[in-house]
């Protein structure tokens, strides 16, 4: 099979529109995920600390 430019630049431009909708719908998944991690990390860590500090005795002997 003999490759005609204007074949291959068809071909080339289909590709770099698949890259172009991949690269947007993984931005959009980064952000949901970053979205994500932002507010439930510090939320867990809170609702740790709180749950670890609430119930030890040596917290107690020191007030």
Known sequence: MKWVPA???GWILCLWKEVWME????KKLLK???TAT????PNLIAA???EMFS????????D
């Open 48 to 50: 740790m600390s709180e």
């Open 7 to 9: 074949q291959f630049a």
């Open 55 to 62: 119930d030890n005795p040596l917290l107690e002997l020191m």
């Open 38 to 41: 932002v507010f439930t990390v």
């Open 23 to 26: 690269m947007i719908r993984l």
């Open 32 to 34: 949901k995920f970053l």
